[in-house]
């Protein structure tokens, strides 16, 4: 299925029905933009800019559309071409108002974040400067590759999702596990996380570098 090609109405109806990780993600990266926009504009309102804080009510944002079995989007009617983003719009600063009404900050559900996949592809690379981006996009492929032997079959695909959800699109191990089709608690999420990222850090110390020119290549990545 190509999900960058339905509607943003035909994307929740994706998303509320099957549960697919893949329709998921594809949702993460299409309203993220909006999301984020809305909740930067509220909390600049009350004076505030820690990307921190805005950070948190993004994830909290995703979490309330995912909580009560995404009763948000299950009860959306869309009522015009921009529906959608009027109501990602809506969740967002809800969340945003609340948490200043509230005075209480938004904390993100599963503790301190593993550092970022890119800053283990750059200690792999000891004391050179950061990959080109295509030697990086190369690598972020063999990667992704090497993910489908870490598990069993039957999760390979779910497991890859996760993977990429937490590191290339920032979503917490709690927001992740509220999604239909992942079918893991938070602690499961976590758990996964963290087999996965030991089997990344163990392949990212294959990097060898090559030559004078400081090209690199990944043995058996």
Known sequence: MNWTSLTPEELIGACVESGDPAAWEEFVCRFRPVIAGTVMRTVRRFGESAPQLIDDLIQETYLKICANRCRVLREFKPQGA????????T????????????????????????MPLETYIESAMAGREAMPPAEREILLREIDEQLATVSEPAARDRDRQIFWLYYRHGMT?????????????????????????????????????AGPEGKSSATSL
């Open 173 to 209: 191990a709690r927001a992740i596990a509220l999604i239909p089709g992942i079918g893991l608690t938070q602690k499961g999420v976590e758990s996964a996380i963290v087999r996965l990222t030991n089997h990344v850090r163990a392949r990212l110390a294959d990097i060898k570098l």
């Open 91 to 114: 969740v967002a600063f809800s969340v945003a108002q609340d948490h200043f009404r509230g005075g209480l900050a938004a904390k993100r559900g599963a503790g301190r974040r593993e």
């Open 82 to 89: 921009d529906a959608v983003f009027g109501l990602m719009k």
